[in-house]
């Protein structure tokens, strides 16, 4: 007779296992406690020392919005969800997306809920464009697809943009244009790899899509941006849009806009210089592939460098001879250890101790940013003893007494100095504004660094409940901060540039910086130090020389101990490179440096001003741009009003006045709105778009409650002749922050008997997740027998306990425990008895991946999984038996992006009712 056990035994194994079978972890290091509070148009939510990010949100959104609806000419139909982190490190946590969120991924809006999700790491200037950038994807999906997914699927609407649409009408809107889009443009064009427009991608879809919508907005009028988007809506594809605002389809635009980009570039060849033409090239990307070779720092003694590189796919740290840029060797590996889980590559990252063989360098561990110490011809490291919410642009004192690097909490970033004598670590800065990439003067006394901090210090600017929401403007310049007695003096005052990064001569009276003054990053040289026949009052009066007159933008420098090298990375032909200058401080000067056609505007009839600078603690007047007093807020309920702060935390416990309802329970399923109760929102849209703000003007800060809300729900029917009427839906519920989710499923036939149909719930936001489900599940075999074949309903039910402890981002362990009940009846013979079995298994898993992707599947790394699972036999002691399976997979790579694949899997059982294996063709993942 038939005996179920065996066969079924696999399908509740598979039911157990809900968590993927490999992947890496996204691993909760933090307990938080959420809050939110509430503008006109957003619910702005933030954890525990997120207070001014999320003050800074509210108010850039407002503004950014206001913007945006001005020119689509659109109104917002739905609030829209702001979800802010602290950190890259805390982002990478989110649960709002399942996905790996790498360095390079500064936010994102997700299509469920219209979400926008980003952290805040430190730049306010880079703050504030996330945020303008993600609202375009969110104000345009509100208004091509109502906001949600499910909006699309109930509407059927089938409009698809190409991403180069998406994110260059973001970058356009949000950025309009500036240096950095202008350089990369201009070495495309001249290079001629700029590519048409129907295949703009990767990160020509930001770039490349900016710049087409700047040349729809220069030829035909900004007007048509919004015209476009909306015929584009009406007439639901992007080639009939674009014919029916500007009468021309997308061939023939990408061939006017092409040559107006030529028009524009090319007559610069005459006027400016390859970084061949004035440096000596080190290394070559189109030789030795890859796209990046950034961030160098030569030795003190000018014979080494180390760098960044994807030569070989993955990012990586080498080292190279600095004569001939011979590689010397790999000095670390991609990032596939939990000691090293990535890099931190988005600033300048790499310096050298004064004894010519240790280098330092950022990076993530276990949640945080660390400092790690590497010897370069042993290889031996060490971490730093202390971590950060995020550590940039690290800095070895020339007397190797002292790392200063750049740190950033949830509130702002600052300059700070690790003593490696007494083991302290000092903030230096400590201020409100953000600081960028320090460097240290040869006696090992002073640091310069760039700041947005228009001239502003704790000396003639009182900070007490000052945040960067009440600042405008957030234009880098040089400053020197000696560290001692924290005195800051201002170097330069450049109105329309960003001055970036600086290094000093042996001597340390000049310095060389990187500016974008003439609208390309160039290298200038100044002299910081005032001598008795100065008349001269102030440093910010010596005048600053053009050393380079670059068509591609330089950075990164770095300099030898005596001065006579400096290295620096240029954007080249397509990609970074390094390059070497010899005794840097005695180049000639650079006569007549032009300006760029983007740059030229703000000069035009005028020299460059400086700005203001406050000295002697002489503040600012109340009611200028630059600061609003607490004392000075009256009405902050008038619209546009930008003076926010942060007031009360309200309890749901207590009834509040005028913010939302007081008794809702732990979990509702509606979407719940403060502002409503039994209105329709479309109705009262002056009901749903209000800000909530205390008697004082302060936003109440309300303590997060799990509400959820749909991500999905999809039905349909249908009917056959053998089973009559059929159906199938999929529910899908989440709460704002992704830490709870639940998720229904059903396959409807005949009856609930007969039919098919799950309930899952997910508890996600502590470090072990959780999940528990229960199902039914029915199938209809025909068996033969000794009279025939006969028709019978085999029947699944149970339940199943699981959860999931990541130790880091590459390990973990997996458990569960399920309990199942499966039955076979003969529909065709109903005397036959019916077979009836219980089966309760737990299982416990340990499973390992670092691999590392090509473009399709893993070519690097190991991933395994090693599962003991079993059937106690609790009064069926014939049913018991206890089963280890495992499966590894070791991926070498060769030629590149090729690998081969070494694969060992198997079971092994034992018990009264040992499992059986088969050996079968199965696909490696």
Request: charged fraction near 25%.
């Amino acid at each position: 007779m038939y005996n179920p056990t065996k066969i079924l035994i696999l399908l509740l194994l598979a039911s157990n296992i809900i968590f993927a079978q490999f992947g890496k972890n996204k691993v909760q290091y933090r307990d938080h406690d959420w809050y939110y509070i509430q503008s006109k148009h957003f619910d702005i939510y933030f954890s525990e020392g997120g207070e001014d990010a999320a003050e800074f949100a509210a108010q850039v959104a407002e503004e950014s919005l206001e913007d945006l609806q001005t020119r689509l000419n659109y109104q917002l139909n739905n609030r829209v969800s702001l979800v802010v982190y602290n950190s890259h490190n805390e982002f990478q946590e989110t649960n709002t997306s399942d996905g790996y969120l790498s360095q390079g991924i500064g936010g994102f809006t997700e299509p469920f809920k219209n979400r926008v999700v980003f952290p805040f790491e430190g730049s306010y200037s880079k703050y504030k464009h996330v945020i303008h950038h993600e609202l375009v994807h969110a104000v345009m999906r509100d208004m091509l697809y109502g906001g949600t997914i499910q909006n699309i699927i109930a509407k059927g609407i089938t409009l698809q943009l190409p991403i180069w649409y998406h994110e260059g009408m973001a970058e356009y809107l949000s950025s309009g244009w500036e240096t950095n889009s202008d350089m990369f443009i201009r070495d495309a064009i001249i290079n001629e790899y700029l590519p048409d427009i129907e295949r703009l991608g990767g990160y020509f879809a930001y770039r490349g899509g900016q710049a087409l919508f700047k040349y729809i907005a220069d030829t035909y009028g900004e007007e048509k941006i919004a015209e476009l988007l909306n015929n584009v809506k009406g007439k639901g594809n992007v080639d009939a849009g674009f014919k029916a605002s500007i009468g021309i389809d997308l061939k023939e635009l990408n061939d006017k806009w092409k040559k107006d980009i030529k028009r524009r570039y090319w007559p610069e060849i005459a006027e400016r210089k390859d970084p061949d033409e004035f440096a000596k090239r080190l290394t070559d990307n189109k030789k030795l592939g890859g796209f990046y070779n950034i961030s160098p720092a030569i030795s003190p003694q000018g014979d080494k460098i180390v760098f960044i590189s994807d030569r070989n796919i993955y990012l990586e740290v080498y080292l190279m001879n600095s004569f001939d840029g011979e590689l010397i060797k790999k000095v670390i590996e991609s990032g596939d250890t939990e000691d090293l889980e990535e890099l931190n590559l988005l600033f300048p990252a790499l310096t050298w101790a004064p004894d010519n063989r240790r280098i330092a360098l950022s990076s993530k561990a276990e949640g945080y940013d660390v400092i790690k110490i590497i010897d370069t011809e042993t290889g031996e490291d060490e971490n730093l003893p202390f971590r950060l919410h995020g550590i940039e642009s690290v800095s070895w004192s020339p007397d190797g007494k002292y790392m200063a690097f750049l740190g950033a909490d949830a509130k702002q970033s600052d300059i700070y100095i690790y003593n490696f004598e007494t083991k302290a670590l000092t903030n230096i800065t400590d201020d409100i504004f953000s600081e960028y990439v320090p460097s240290w003067s040869p006696d090992s006394k002073k640091i310069i660094f760039s700041s947005d901090r228009n001239g502003f210090t704790k000396d003639n600017f009182d900070q007490d409940g000052l945040t960067m929401s009440t600042l405008n403007g957030f234009q880098m310049d040089l400053y020197l901060i000696d560290i001692d007695s924290k005195k800051i003096d201002r170097i330069t005052d450049w109105q329309n540039s960003d001055e970036k990064q600086a290094v000093f001569s042996e001597n340390g009276n000049e310095i060389i910086f990187i500016s974008d003054y003439n609208g390309i990053d160039n290298l200038y040289k100044k002299r910081i130090v005032l001598t008795k026949n100065d008349s001269l009052k102030s440093i910010l009066e010596t005048p600053a020389i053009a050393l380079t007159n670059s068509l591609n933008k330089i950075e990164s420098i770095s300099i030898t101990s005596d001065s006579k090298k400096l290295v620096f990375s240029a954007f080249y032909n397509a990609g970074f490179n390094v390059f070497l200058i010899n005794n840097p401080f005695e180049l000639e000067e650079v006569k007549d440096i032009e300006f760029t056609g983007y740059m030229a505007q703000f000069y035009k009839d005028q020299e460059p001003a400086s700005q203001e600078t406050f000295t002697d603690k002489e503040l600012p007047e109340v009611g200028k741009e630059f600061i609003y007093k607490n004392d000075e807020l009256k009405d902050s309920t008038v619209e546009n009003n930008s003076r926010i702060f942060t007031g009360q935390i309200i309890d749901y416990g207590n009834a509040v006045e005028d913010t939302i309802k007081t008794d809702y329970k732990d979990y509702v399923f509606a979407k719940t709105d403060p502002f409503l109760k039994d209105e329709n929102p479309e109705k009262k849209p002056e009901l749903l778009f209000r800000e909530k703000l205390d008697q004082e003007g302060n936003f109440l800060v309300n303590k997060y409650k799990v509400d959820f809300s749909p991500d999905i729900i999809y039905a349909n029917a249908g009917y056959s002749s053998l089973y009559g009427v059929l159906g199938t839906t999929v529910l899908s519920f989440s709460d704002v922050l992704g830490n709870h989710r639940l998720i229904g499923m059903t396959s409807l036939q005949i009856d609930l008997k007969n039919s098919d149909y799950g309930l899952s719930y997910y508890y996600l936001p502590e470090r072990i997740n959780f999940g528990i489900s229960a199902y039914h599940t029915a199938r209809f075999v025909y068996l033969s027998g000794f009279f025939g074949s006969d028709l019978y309903r085999f029947r699944s039910y149970g339940a199943n306990v699981f959860a999931s402890y990541p130790l880091n981002t590459f390990h973990r362990i997996d458990a569960g425990i399920s309990v199942q009940r499966v039955s076979r009846e003969n529909l065709d013979f109903i005397d036959e008895p019916v077979e009836k079995a219980t089966f309760i298994i737990p299982s416990i898993s340990y499973v390992k991946d670092n691999v590392m992707w090509g473009y399709t599947s893993p070519i690097q790394g190991t991933r395994y999984n090693l599962t003991l699972f079993g059937n106690p036999g609790f009064g069926k002691t014939k049913e018991s038996f206890a089963s280890l399976t495992w499966d590894y997979r070791k991926y070498f790579r060769f030629f590149y992006d090729n690998a081969f694949v070494a694969r060992f899997s198997g079971g092994y059982s034992v018990g009264s009712n040992a499992q059986k294996f088969l050996l079968a063709e199965q696909r490696v993942g």
